[in-house]
């Protein structure tokens, strides 16, 4: 059985623009497209913001798994350097994934009590809806979203609720 309690998810934070970045660099992947001025900024706010929430022994995350696109790597950077948590990037999360992936992923890291996932919409929405059998919500650039364990069942469908939903102004 999954030991997972707590799952945090933490979209990346505002990029570059794609259509632009396209016409710009033409024949780059948007894998590469990097985060705007606001998204540097709203990195760091993210950073501020877990540093503080990870302070509390309650709060413990295992691990830290981030899509290998450069704009999530760039959003969590600020954060890999304030805690000492282990960290990891897998191919398994990249953009339009979808949610068999992080549902394998999931399933990977069954030892796993807290786990901190940096990714991309729609799949982070879709995972979140999956595991939490809520309405659809709105997942923003720079968000952090916690799902909370409310019961032990061997399928991971909706049986998380949502602890808590940080919109990137609220940072």
Known sequence: MNKLENIIFIRHAQSEDRAEFA???KGCD???????KVGKKQSKQIAR????YLANPAHKIDKIISSPAKRTLQSIKPLKKRVKIPF???????????LKAYLELLDSIAECQSVLFVGHQPDI?????????SAQIQVEKGAIIKLQRKAQTQDLQNCFEIALLLPPENL
Do not use: V, W
């Open 125 to 133: 929405q879709s995972c979140i809806e999956y595991l939490t059998n």
């Open 23 to 25: 016409r710009k660099h």
């Open 49 to 52: 913001f877990m540093k503080k």
């Open 88 to 98: 990891e990037t897998s191919a398994k999360i990249t953009p339009d994934c979808g």
């Open 30 to 36: 948007d894998s590469t497209r990097p985060l705007s």
